[in-house]
């Protein structure tokens, strides 16, 4: 992988050999263009993601036939694992003029014995049932807890709506992730896991990075 003194490509450098990427949208946060940049160059990694993303990714030199788009609740499997793309009730776009031009999703997830999802960026709503009901349960729930607002609760959860979003897929293991890399908020660093941690109430286990 080429040299760089960016953190995000140093960790890059020292993951082992990927199996597939999986995308959840546009955002900056979770399409890097170096990153995607490198993974174009130095590696055959196929990519999986939702309606529209496998447009920028072609630009940045990765080829189609490494890349598949799924629409809400379409599945396509790599390697005896199904990805199945489901809601989220978020947005997309790059710059001024992209605004939801592609589309936004979660994950699930499927292996012979195990199961997870992904929830990507999402405001809580009733898609959280509703995926449980059609997928669940979860073996580990990968769910987003952080860079939250009152003002933008719509795209992103509250701590205590991702507590209820995992109850309501079913799930047996949660992972609080979009919470320890990117200052998006003015909420204290740590203040969304706490909250998190003061919602369990049934005391599900909390698995930390």
Excluded at 87 to 99: K, Q, T, V, W, Y
Excluded at 130 to 153: H, S, T, V
Aim: with cysteine.
């Amino acid at each position: 992988v080429q040299r760089s003194d960016s953190p995000d490509q140093t960790r890059l450098r020292q993951l082992p050999a990927l199996d597939l990427v999986v995308i959840s949208h546009d955002h900056y946060d979770h399409l890097d263009h170096a990153t995607i940049r490198t993974l174009a160059r130095h590696s055959a990694v196929p990519f999986v993601t939702s309606l529209g993303v496998g447009a920028h990714l072609q630009a940045w030199g990765v080829p189609p036939e490494r890349i598949t788009e799924l629409d809400w609740w379409q599945s396509a499997v790599a390697d005896g694992i199904t990805y199945t793309a489901a809601p989220a009730r978020h947005f997309s776009g790059r710059g001024l003029a992209d605004r939801n031009a592609t589309l936004w999703a979660s994950w699930v997830v499927q292996g012979r014995k195990n199961k997870v999802y992904f929830s990507g960026d999402s405001g809580y709503g009733p898609h959280f049932k509703q995926i449980g009901e059609r997928y669940g349960p979860f073996d580990l729930a990968m769910m987003e807890c952080g860079q939250y607002n009152e003002k933008w609760e719509a795209i992103h959860m509250m701590p205590e709506q991702t507590m209820q979003a995992f109850l309501d897929l079913k799930g047996k293991v949660l992972l609080p992730i979009h919470w320890g890399a990117f200052d998006l908020s003015v909420h204290p660093w740590t203040e969304s896991v706490e909250r998190l941690n003061r919602a369990n109430t049934t005391k599900v286990f909390i698995a930390t990075p």
